[in-house]
């Protein structure tokens, strides 16, 4: 009688102890999905980097660094554009005039330096992340072709080998300027955008995109 007591009162420990660990793993539930749902947009939005940029940013949770950046590069280009710019410049002295006018076509390029501060926060919410990324910028100016040069010397005035390099270098800066005022630089930043958000969607992530502004 004394050994067949056992029986239920074991059975009844053990039913006790099985809805102890079960009511413990209801409980942790929320916090493990939580958890799986943090790592899962921290990868996510890592591999989605990876993909178009090749690279994976700085991320962070709050004040909290999660993952720092690694990259082969720093600047990314995304957009390009043949660009033709003129350059005319002109000297006088004692009334004597030289005369220097350029044309060339550049292929401008734009992109992104990710050497400057650059960084993904996960949320507000689940599913969620904010990119911090710099201002799209001129990247490269390649000239295309060969030069339209034309110069005028004075009869006393005379243009000089310092002249046409100068003028060259002027030549490019407004290359550079003309990409500047153009729509290159936001085409770089909705191409990239649009690409970034669509990957993001695709691994059931909620991309923002924030950039700071051009200096």
């Given at each position: 009688?004394?050994?067949?007591?056992?029986?239920?009162?074991?059975?009844?420990?053990?039913?006790v102890?099985v809805?102890?660990f079960?009511?413990k793993?209801c409980?942790?539930?929320?916090a493990k999905?939580a958890?799986?749902?943090?790592?899962?947009?921290r990868?996510?939005v890592?591999?989605v980097?990876?993909?178009?940029?090749?690279?994976?940013?700085?991320?962070?949770?709050?004040t909290?660094?999660?993952?720092?950046?690694?990259?082969?590069?720093?600047?990314v280009?995304?957009?390009a554009?043949?660009?033709e710019?003129?350059?005319?410049?002109?000297?006088?002295?004692?009334?004597?005039?030289?005369?220097?006018?350029l044309?060339?076509?550049y292929e401008?390029?734009?992109?992104f330096?990710?050497?400057k501060?650059?960084?993904?926060?996960l949320?507000?919410g689940?599913?969620?992340?904010?990119?911090?990324l710099?201002?799209p910028?001129?990247?490269?100016?390649?000239?295309?072709?060969?030069v339209?040069?034309?110069d005028?010397d004075?009869?006393?005035n005379?243009?000089t080998?310092?002249?046409?390099?100068?003028?060259?270098g002027?030549?490019?800066?407004?290359a550079?300027?003309?990409?500047?005022?153009?729509?290159?630089l936001?085409?770089?930043?909705?191409?990239?955008?649009?690409?970034?958000?669509?990957?993001a969607?695709a691994k059931?992530?909620?991309?923002?995109?924030?950039?700071?502004?051009?200096?």
């Amino acid at each position: 009688m004394k050994g067949g007591g056992w029986g239920p009162a074991a059975f009844f420990l053990g039913l006790v102890i099985v809805l102890g660990f079960a009511v413990k793993g209801c409980l942790d539930l929320p916090a493990k999905i939580a958890s799986r749902t943090v790592t899962g947009v921290r990868e996510g939005v890592a591999e989605v980097f990876v993909d178009l940029l090749h690279l994976r940013p700085e991320i962070r949770e709050g004040t909290k660094l999660i993952w720092g950046q690694t990259s082969a590069r720093t600047e990314v280009i995304v957009a390009a554009k043949k660009i033709e710019v003129g350059y005319d410049w002109e000297h006088r002295w004692l009334g004597s005039r030289k005369v220097i006018r350029l044309t060339q076509t550049y292929e401008v390029k734009a992109g992104f330096d990710l050497g400057k501060s650059f960084w993904v926060e996960l949320g507000p919410g689940e599913g969620a992340a904010t990119a911090h990324l710099p201002a799209p910028e001129i990247l490269a100016v390649s000239p295309v072709g060969e030069v339209s040069y034309r110069d005028e010397d004075g009869w006393w005035n005379k243009v000089t080998d310092q002249d046409r390099s100068r003028a060259l270098g002027a030549l490019a800066l407004e290359a550079r300027r003309a990409g500047e005022r153009g729509p290159l630089l936001e085409e770089a930043k909705e191409l990239t955008g649009s690409r970034l958000i669509a990957l993001a969607r695709a691994k059931k992530i909620r991309l923002q995109l924030d950039y700071t502004k051009r200096e």
